[in-house]
Antibody
Framework: QLQLQESGPGLVKPSETLSLTCTVS??????????WGWIRQPPGKGLEWIGSIYYSGSTYYNPSLKSRVTISVDTSKNQFSLKLSSVTAADTAVYYC????????????WGQGTLVTVSS | EIVLTQSPATLSLSPGERATLSCRASQSVSSYLAWYQQKPGQAPRLLIY???NRATGIPARFSGSGSGTDFTLTISSLEPEDFAVYYC????????FGQGTRLEIK
């Protein structure tokens, strides 16, 4: 059974860079037809796609966040990572990593999510 | 950016009743639409992909329909565990989600 697990600091100061890693187990991050993505959800609000990456390194970002987002992949560790720069309180959210199934055009496996708070 | 508008915002029904949730796209997304269920404190769970296909392990009481700009998620007979928030999501160009419909117990 595929599992995804987010890890990283739960508290980030304003103007700094948020960094999270997603570790994939029970399957290879290098499988074809799958992308790997980040989605966030501010407390009490809806879902926002941040971006996705293919194991080759090809990336796709939400245009509204593109200037601040970097997603990378480490196939040797079966991990992918998110960096979001110049954070503000508006970036406080639960951050999820998920698998994008290209055949199903949907996110079919999700991590449990990790709350990141931006505060001084 | 394609905007997805879900209605109603909140739906109050009783167990055993039929639920009909709507998702309307600001422009055609063909059949590139998925539905997710989210319970408090949990990650979303994929229910429906490609507008009408149930994901693995999803009960038959869940069904999806529609194409182009108008889509519907139907739960034929509500079970207690179905009360949750439901989101639609499109992948016609970038990925966007609707704002969600909260299905609550009446």
């Amino acid at each position: 059974q595929l599992q995804l697990q987010e890890s990283g600091p739960g508290l980030v100061k304003p103007s700094e860079t948020l960094s999270l890693t997603c570790t994939v187990s029970g399957g290879s991050i290098s499988s074809s037809s799958y992308y790997w993505g980040w989605i966030r959800q501010p407390p009490g609000k809806g879902l926002e796609w941040i971006g996705s990456i293919y194991y080759s390194g090809s990336t796709y970002y939400n245009p509204s966040l593109k200037s601040r987002v970097t997603i990378s992949v480490d196939t040797s560790k079966n991990q992918f990572s998110l960096k979001l720069s110049s954070v503000t309180a508006a970036d406080t959210a639960v951050y999820y990593c998920a698998r994008w199934n290209g055949d199903y055009v949907s996110l079919d496996y999700w991590g449990q999510g990790t709350l990141v708070t931006v505060s001084s | 950016e394609i905007v997805l508008t879900q209605s109603p915002a909140t739906l109050s029904l009783s167990p055993g009743e039929r639920a009909t949730l709507s998702c309307r796209a600001s422009q055609s997304v063909s059949s590139y639409l998925a539905w997710y269920q989210q319970k408090p404190g949990q990650a979303p769970r994929l229910l429906i992909y490609d507008a009408s296909n149930r994901a693995t392990g999803i009960p038959a009481r869940f069904s999806g329909s529609g194409s182009g700009t108008d889509f519907t998620l139907t739960i034929s007979s509500l079970e207690p565990e179905d009360f949750a928030v439901y989101y639609c999501q499109q992948r016609s160009n970038t990925i966007t989600f609707g704002q969600g419909t909260r299905l609550e117990i009446k």
